[in-house]
């Protein structure tokens, strides 16, 4: 069946980065564009990004630009999300979600989520 | 930040029917672009409810629906069970070129 995993929780100081990955497996990798949406306590989602997993093309939200880089190694099937200069406020479950179909706009299905904790 | 308005909560009986609003703008739903529907349980990751406005995955029971009109959208619950009680979100796409996916607000479905 068609699996996103993510790595484990991180705890981070603020001003550092933090590298979370997210290995696909039950589906032909480069078919499909991978997103990034993250939930802080209590908050909606918010999306940061997507990558498309053929040619490695990028987006990202207003919001995170310039702060954040998604990358992808085709050979594991596996896409990155990097967040820097770290801030109490990114405290939160970041995500990946794989488009349901290519083209789609809706995200099906997500990782079970990486707890990012922000804190001195 | 273009954002999707949703009530905070909504409540019924078993057997009810609920239904949540998501309300957005004319980059978003007004512009004609698909709202979808998550269900998220307590400590898990989202689970699509709805694509495409009105459409069910595979899975999905049939006592949840969509509909959408105008800049408006709604999920409504038919017959609503003990399990149906979650967090429920809209998103859409936004062509206002700050954020391109939005959610909205987040509705908490209690079942009394």
């Known amino acids: 069946q068609v699996q996103l995993v993510q790595s484990g929780a991180e705890v981070q100081k603020p001003g550092a980065s933090v590298k979370v990955s997210c290995k696909a497996s039950?589906?032909?990798?480069?078919?499909?564009?991978i997103h990034w949406v993250r939930q802080a306590p209590g908050q909606r989602f918010e999306w940061m990004g997507w990558?498309?997993?053929?040619?490695?093309?990028?987006k990202y939200s207003q919001k995170f630009q310039g702060r954040v880089t998604i990358t992808r190694d085709t050979s594991a099937s596996t896409v990155y999300m990097e967040l820097s200069s770290l801030r109490s406020e990114d405290t939160a479950v970041y995500y990946c979600?794989?488009?349901?179909?290519?083209?789609?706009?809706?995200?099906?299905?997500w990782g079970q989520g990486t707890l990012v904790t922000v804190s001195s | 930040q273009s954002v999707l308005t949703q009530p905070p909560s909504v409540s019924g009986a078993p057997g009810q029917r609920v239904t949540i609003s998501c309300t957005g703008s004319?980059?978003?739903?007004?512009?004609?672009?698909?709202v979808h529907w998550y269900q998220q349980l307590p400590g898990t990751a989202p689970k699509l409810l709805i694509y495409?406005?009105?459409n069910r995955p595979s899975g999905v029971p049939d006592r949840f629906s969509g509909s959408k009109s105008g800049t408006s959208a709604s999920l409504t619950i038919t017959g609503l069970q003990a399990e149906d009680e979650a967090d429920y979100y809209c998103?859409?796409?936004?062509?206002?070129?700050?954020?391109?996916?939005?959610f909205g607000t987040g509705t908490k479905v209690t079942v009394l």
């Open positions: 979600a794989r488009q349901r179909v290519p083209g789609a706009t809706d995200f099906d299905p």
């Open positions: 039950g589906y032909i990798f480069t078919k499909y564009a």
């Open positions: 990558i498309n997993a053929v040619n490695g093309n990028t």
């Open positions: 004319s980059s978003n739903i007004g512009a004609g672009y698909d």
């Open positions: 495409g406005n009105i």
């Open positions: 998103q859409s796409y936004d062509s206002s070129l700050t954020s391109f996916y939005v």
